[in-house]
């Protein structure tokens, strides 16, 4: 499968953990994108990596978020000591800046 | 403001028959680029149209069209011949600047929930 992956598929924490997602982008692909659903929403942007370099994030993207891509391949997302204001779908997209993003299944988390 | 605008929360189609999803943007960019995604229940998010805005045509990618009224704003997104699969939910976008711009982030709208019966 050469689509982006992300895991886990879902993630059951209590609030005050940490959690860390995944994303495997398309191999070619040098742009990764971290984006945020909530039920009944659009997905809102999160932050954006060229390569290895963060070079846009949301305000929405608290000092508790912190997004990584290492070696311009695959990216982490961690938010720590979580709130439930934090369950959501967490997607990942990524692209080769020819404009459509490619999607992967997300992440789901869910605070208790 | 909202940069994208759907006013119908939930569609229903009779298969076979043709529907016109709405959307409306808003930007003060010229160049700017329009897309359309869907999600099905399943959640990942398949991209299905583009419209730039100094494309002249509207875009059109099988089934789907794309009915860009630059002066109105708006960006319907037309399925012809609809199909049980279609259901799904319905996403219009907006990323300002041209296609390849570092400005990567698309905004998108709140959604449209279509339902394909037989």
């Known amino acids: 499968d050469t689509g982006v992956s992300q895991n886990p598929r879902h993630k059951i924490t209590k609030r005050g953990q940490n959690v860390t997602f995944r994303c495997d982008p398309i191999?070619?692909?040098?742009?990764l994108y971290w984006y945020r659903q909530t039920l009944g929403q659009g997905p809102e942007f999160l932050t954006y990596?060229?390569?290895?370099?963060?070079?846009?994030k949301s305000r929405l993207l608290s000092d508790r978020f912190s997004a990584e891509r290492p070696k311009g391949s695959f990216s982490t997302l961690e938010i720590q000591r979580t709130e439930q204001g934090d369950s959501a779908m967490y997607l990942c997209?990524?692209?080769?800046?020819?404009?459509?993003?490619?999607f992967g299944e997300g992440s789901r988390l869910t605070v208790l | 403001a909202q940069k994208i605008t759907q006013t119908q929360p939930g569609m229903f189609v009779q298969e076979k028959e043709a529907v016109t999803l709405d959307c409306t943007y808003d930007?003060?960019?010229?160049?700017?680029?329009l897309f359309w995604y869907k999600q099905p229940s399943s959640g990942e998010m398949i991209f299905l149209i583009y419209?730039?805005?100094?494309?002249?045509q509207n875009a059109t990618e099988g089934r789907y069209s794309l009915n860009f009224q630059k002066a109105r704003k708006s960006a319907n997104l037309v399925i012809s011949a609809s199909q049980l699969g279609d259901s799904a939910m319905y996403f219009c976008a907006m990323r300002e600047g041209p296609r390849g711009s570092t400005l990567g982030r698309l905004y998108f709208g709140r959604g449209t929930q279509l339902t394909v019966w037989p």
């Open positions: 997209a990524s692209n080769q800046a020819t404009g459509e993003l490619f």
């Open positions: 990596f060229q390569n290895e370099a963060q070079l846009e």
């Open positions: 930007t003060s960019d010229q160049s700017y680029g």
């Open positions: 419209q730039g805005s100094y494309d002249e």
């Open positions: 191999s070619e692909h040098n742009r």
